[in-house]
């Protein structure tokens, strides 16, 4: 099921053509993965946004996952979607509550004639407490624009 959704969403961007990310506003969504909840980005102009989300994380015997990243995009790298990088921190609500840092890297595509992105990132994180270890999360998501 996952490859497929994969799948679709890059056969998606590749058919729509080049992209150009309209730098404003405030855009909510879902991502699915790992985590899965609900998902915000709010730009906060030119190439810088912050982004973050409110899910259930499936790990760990399920938890509350709480995140917040600071993103740079890059619109002139590809020609189907903008790359974005950045770094943030996630608190995992749990038995034992998990703090950490965040370094999510991505692609976005803007829907051409649409207030709506799709999203497709891979999240390489550092739990810091109560014990350091490493860890990835990645998902996939979109975004409507107000």
């Known amino acids: 099921m996952k490859k497929w959704i994969i799948f679709m969403v890059v056969a998606l961007v590749l058919i729509a053509g080049p992209v150009t990310l309209k730098a404003e506003g405030l855009g909510l969504g879902i991502i699915l993965g790992e985590p899965t909840g609900l998902s915000g980005k709010m730009w906060l102009g030119g190439s810088t946004a912050v982004d973050a989300a409110a899910a259930w994380s499936?790990?760990?015997?399920?938890?509350?996952?709480?995140?917040?990243?600071?993103?740079?995009?890059?619109?002139?790298?590809?020609?189907?979607?903008?790359?974005?990088?950045?770094?943030?921190?996630?608190?995992?609500?749990?038995?034992?509550?998990?703090?950490?840092?965040?370094?999510?890297?991505?692609?976005?595509?803007?829907?051409?004639?649409?207030?709506?992105?799709?999203?497709?990132?891979?999240?390489?994180?550092?739990?810091?407490?109560?014990e350091t270890n490493f860890g990835i999360n990645g998902g996939l998501g979109a975004r409507y624009y107000f």
């Open 58 to 130: 499936f790990g760990d015997n399920g938890a509350l996952h709480l995140h917040a990243d600071y993103l740079f995009h890059k619109d002139d790298l590809l020609e189907f979607a903008s790359l974005y990088y950045g770094l943030g921190a996630k608190v995992k609500l749990m038995d034992d509550v998990q703090l950490g840092i965040r370094v999510p890297v991505g692609l976005v595509h803007k829907l051409e004639g649409a207030p709506i992105d799709i999203f497709l990132e891979i999240v390489p994180g550092l739990n810091l407490i109560p």
